[in-house]
């Protein structure tokens, strides 16, 4: 079981560019988020997904569209990334909460730099 | 005040030493506790949750007091490879949702030194 990938590892964009950030995960998890870090201020929640075609809003939405097409896919989209984006992406999955799985499993991260 | 408030540190310590995290919490009406740990450039991998009763994992143990909304973690005999963020995440119903909102800490910083 490879758990929770992302892709990119690492980008580099410029202001007004766009870009989709995409994570999959192979547990079967209903539950999927995409969180960014950044120094000093934690993880925050920016969209999540209770299911294959459901999406909501977390803490930080501004800026960011995302798609579960697919139960193992949650996709990140910036339609014109800034400079305040640039931050480290990190997806995570889930069992429904009050379960025995209610555990968030994190990808890799993905490090992306606006100019 | 921040939902969920951790000393920054950084906290430096010997091998064989123990030491202590703390955090407190601001919504009374959490439900599951966390510790997770988050190496240099990783992503948070699940330590340890953290129980009213208190429990133990080897060397870490995590206590929770409802009352005063107050986690902490003791680590016994550090490690070199102790050496890491130490992320206190706290989980609650988003209104009434069944989703489990996970709201994390800046995180403590530990380095464990020979």
């Known amino acids: 079981n490879a758990g929770v990938t992302q892709t990119p590892k690492f980008r580099v964009l410029k202001t007004g560019q766009s870009m989709t950030l995409l994570c999959a995960q192979d547990m079967n998890h209903e539950y999927m988020y995409w969180y960014r870090q950044d120094p000093g201020m934690g993880l925050r929640l920016i969209h999540y997904?209770?299911?294959?075609?459901?999406?909501a809003k977390g803490e930080v939405p501004d800026g960011y569209n995302v798609s579960r097409l697919k139960k193992q896919n949650f996709l990140l989209g910036l339609e014109s990334a800034a400079p305040s984006q640039t931050s480290v992406y990190f997806c995570?999955?889930?069992?429904?909460?009050?379960?025995?799985?209610?555990?968030?499993?994190f990808g890799p991260g993905t490090r992306l730099l606006v100019l | 005040r921040k939902e969920v408030e951790q000393d920054p540190g950084p906290f430096n310590v010997p091998e064989g030493a123990t030491v202590a995290f703390n955090c407190t919490y601001s919504n009374s009406a959490s439900q599951s506790f966390f510790w997770y740990r988050q190496d240099c450039r990783k992503e948070p991998k699940l330590l340890m949750s953290v129980y009213s009763s208190g429990n133990e994992d080897g060397r870490f143990t995590a206590q929770l007091n409802r009352a005063s909304q107050y986690i902490s973690l003791l680590i016994r005999d550090s490690k070199l490879s102790d050496s890491a963020t130490y992320l206190c995440?706290?989980?609650?119903?988003?209104?009434?949702?069944?989703?489990?909102?996970?709201?994390f800490g800046q995180g403590t910083i530990l380095t464990v030194h020979p």
């Open positions: 995440v706290v989980s609650s119903n988003a209104g009434g949702t069944s989703y489990g909102k996970l709201t």
């Open positions: 997904s209770v299911g294959e075609g459901t999406t």
């Open positions: 995570a999955s889930s069992s429904p909460p009050g379960t025995m799985g209610e555990t968030q499993y």
